[in-house]
């Protein structure tokens, strides 16, 4: 079963998302980042594509000729990527291939929906999964 990995954050969930995509990347592992629909896929997509060239993250959109080939591909309205290492988490629901990932990873940023955040953390532990919290606010 897939660990399952909250991280809270102040920051906005795009910002974070692209701080774990680079993270993914240098660690080469394999990442399908999922949105809740097109424009946030191709919202990401181009967030990625304007970071400076140093730090430059190959990604394919699914809908992309071979995204296979890439380490990270961004997909929406449930559509699987083609790797199974992580996924990364950012629609409201939870989606039904999140069990065929090693890791998934949930954002619960500043801009995050709160209610749907703990809708999705009590559906997963009544699904019996073990859930790591990464509490990254930062404390007054």
């Known amino acids: 079963?897939?660990?399952?990995f909250f991280?809270?954050?102040?920051?906005?969930?795009?910002?974070?998302?692209i701080?774990?995509?680079e993270k993914s990347f240098t660690q080469h592992r394999k990442l399908h980042?999922?949105?809740e629909n097109q424009d946030g896929a191709y919202t990401m997509d181009e967030t990625l594509w304007q970071l400076p060239a140093n730090r430059f993250i190959p990604h394919a959109l699914m809908n992309d000729n071979n995204p296979h080939l890439s380490p990270i591909t961004i997909g929406f309205d449930g559509q699987d990527g083609s790797h199974?290492?992580?996924?990364?988490?950012?629609s409201n629901n939870i989606p039904s291939i999140w069990t065929k990932?090693?890791?998934v990873i949930e954002i619960v940023g500043q801009d995050t929906d709160k209610v749907a955040s703990r809708d999705r953390?009590?559906?997963?532990?009544?699904?019996?999964?073990?859930?790591?919290?990464?509490?990254?606010?930062?404390k007054s």
Request: hydrophobic share 40%; with cysteine; glycine share 2%.
């Open 19 to 21: 701080k774990l995509s």
């Open 7 to 17: 991280y809270l954050t102040n920051e906005n969930t795009t910002s974070f998302a």
């Open 121 to 138: 953390y009590r559906a997963y532990q009544e699904k019996g999964v073990q859930i790591q919290i990464f509490d990254l606010r930062k």
């Open 101 to 103: 990932y090693r890791r």
């Open 33 to 35: 980042i999922l949105c």
């Open 84 to 90: 199974k290492d992580i996924l990364m988490q950012l």
């Open 1 to 4: 079963m897939a660990e399952v």
